[in-house]
């Protein structure tokens, strides 16, 4: 039995890289508590961070704290430990999402941990991507990176391609006039915030990109109707490479396998000199989202589509301090 025993700064540390994790407008809506004498880590969906119009169910908030979860896996393995989970451990608890004990031994993780350098380079990237297509051999393991996950990745072809576009394109347009959605995006974005201080969530001015002026790449205005002084313009993708991220089932368990899907690919991808995007605006529709399954079988739940390319790296997003979201008892 090991007598090694993780210090405290040693769990903020891995904290800190496992709330790097992207999340819907960077709400950032997690917890987390250490028990010592277990030596467990508890994942917690902090639901007051959750947005009541764009996502009623709290799918988008269960798939960022996935995300996270796979961060702290990829941490701990980097940091020597074997990281044994449990996802919705108690039913009667339905904001503990996951338990993480950190044992000695266990499977082999020696590819997660391989992951870690992209945990602080993974960035969200809302600027024009060039238009080298991305290899088959890359495409090939960020699908069998989805897969370790339990979810499938699918690269659509170019007729369901044009048919997603047009799926994303009618979720934004309806964002842009809804206004509880607008309500929501109103709350998580960081416009002309006075100077000297400093978010520390949310979607700044900075990372909004420039506006699309041509091109067919997904991209959401986080303005919303706002204007924004001095934003540029530019001509985006032709034709976006998307992947579509889906599970069997359409559960919160799934939901969490899928956010843990989702980073484990933009990790690689970002391994490999990818940059990526998310495109959410279909997703946020249920009569949008139904279409985007496979379809040919009809099966598959599309949680999350990925826009990935060559091209400039985003800007860092702000993130809580970690005092602000760790409890460690004993």
């Known amino acids: 039995m090991s007598t090694r025993t993780p210090t405290d700064e040693w769990v903020a540390a891995l904290v800190h890289d496992a709330a790097a994790a992207p999340s819907m407008h960077n709400a950032q809506p997690w917890r987390f508590a250490y028990f010592r004498g277990s030596r467990t880590v508890h994942v917690r969906a902090d639901f007051a961070r959750a947005m009541p119009h764009a996502d009623p169910d709290t799918r988008g908030l269960h798939i960022g704290c996935g995300a996270a979860l796979l961060n702290l896996r990829v941490a701990a393995m980097h940091g020597g430990w074997s990281p044994v989970t449990r996802l919705l451990p108690d039913p009667s608890d339905p904001g503990l999402l996951a338990a993480v004990r950190l044992t000695d031994s266990g499977p082999s993780g020696s590819d997660l941990a391989a992951l870690y350098p992209a945990v602080d380079r993974r960035h969200t990237s809302r600027f024009p991507f060039d238009a080298t297509e991305i290899p088959e051999v890359i495409r090939t393991a960020l699908v069998d990176a989805a897969h370790r996950e339990g979810a499938a990745l699918e690269f659509p072809d170019v007729w369901r ?95 969490l396998r899928a956010g843990q899907a989702m980073e484990r690919a933009l990790l690689l991808a970002t391994l490999e000199g990818l940059s990526s995007s998310f495109a959410t605006q279909a997703l946020e529709w249920t009569d949008l989202r139904w279409p985007l399954r496979d379809p040919v079988s009809g099966k598959g739940n599309v949680q999350m589509v990925l826009r990935l390319g060559y091209g400039p790296d985003g800007p860092g997003a702000p993130r809580r301090p970690v005092s602000d979201v760790l409890d460690i008892r004993l």
């Open 161 to 255: 391609l044009e048919e997603v576009l047009e799926l994303i394109e009618e979720g934004e347009a309806r964002n842009l006039t809804d206004r509880g959605r607008s309500e929501d995006l109103t709350a998580w974005t960081r416009l002309d915030s006075p100077a000297g201080t400093t978010a520390s969530d949310g979607v700044s001015e900075q990372a909004f990109g420039p506006l699309r002026h041509g091109g067919r790449a997904p991209m959401r205005d986080f303005a919303g109707n706002e204007p924004v002084a001095r934003r540029e313009a530019r001509e985006f993708e032709r034709s976006p490479q998307l992947a579509l991220l889906s599970t069997a089932e359409d559960r919160p368990a799934d939901w």
